[in-house]
């Protein structure tokens, strides 16, 4: 199994360009999270779903779009991408909340460089 | 002050010692998740406990609900545990969100 792919791994891009990230999974999970990592701080979450059309604000929303039209993917846009979000990005799904047995299956995470 | 506060940050040890990660948290939680970080990224999870003590392996993880505290310990050390150690909280007040300590930087020595 493939699990969570991430794409692109890595991308630089210039303030001012939008972009995509891209999170599959193969593990017909219902929850799927968007987290970034930044040195010296614990992950942050961005944006989550809890099904197919759906999705949430975590604790750092702004400046970032989500949508998840299929089960399987859950992308992450950044409309105009700003030096702040400089990064590393990490998707994850699991198959409910982060309750119970159930863990975490993370991709390999997006470094993201904006000039 | 962080609500989930891991200890120490960084830690250097030779192979075959025996490790201790500590994870102290200041909300009420149902469960706390152990995670391992490789140099290289990616992200795994080793644990979820919401009491007592589980073990895998050389790892084993504890937890006291009433001192909000949790322990990632290591027997006989490896390299290839040289790693970056997450400790997470699920907090009462969500369903979805974990708390996320800073990690602790474990380096094993051969």
């Known amino acids: 199994n493939a699990g969570v792919t991430q794409t692109p791994k890595f991308r630089v891009l210039k303030t001012g360009q939008s972009m995509t990230l891209l999170c599959a999974q193969d593990?017909?999970?219902?929850?799927m999270y968007w987290y970034r990592q930044d040195p010296g701080m614990g992950l942050r979450l961005i944006h989550y779903?809890?099904?197919?059309?759906?999705?949430a604000k975590g604790e750092v929303p702004d400046g970032y779009n989500v949508s998840r039209l299929k089960k399987q993917n859950f992308l992450l846009g950044l409309e105009s991408a700003a030096p702040s979000q400089t990064s590393v990005y990490f998707c994850?799904?699991?198959?409910?909340?982060?309750?119970?047995?159930?863990?975490?299956?993370f991709g390999a995470g997006s470094r993201l460089t904006v000039l | 002050k962080n609500e989930v506060e891991q200890s120490p940050q960084n830690l250097t040890a030779q192979e075959g010692e025996f490790i201790t990660i500590n994870c102290s948290y200041s909300?009420?939680?149902?469960?706390l998740h152990w995670l391992q970080q490789h140099p290289g990224g990616g992200i795994v999870s080793l644990f979820m406990?919401?009491?007592?003590?589980k073990k895998h392996g050389r790892l084993i993880a504890t937890i006291n609900i009433q001192e909000k505290h949790s322990s990632l310990h290591i027997t006989a050390s490896h390299p290839r545990d040289s790693a970056v150690y997450i400790c997470a909280v699920r907090w009462d007040g969500s369903n979805y969100q974990l708390i996320w300590g800073a990690g602790t930087k474990l380096i094993i020595k051969p």
């Open positions: 909300v009420g939680i149902s469960a």
């Open positions: 593990m017909n999970h219902e929850y």
């Open positions: 994850a799904s699991s198959p409910q909340g982060h309750s119970g047995a159930n863990v975490l299956t």
């Open positions: 779903s809890v099904g197919e059309g759906t999705t």
């Open positions: 406990l919401s009491s007592g003590k």
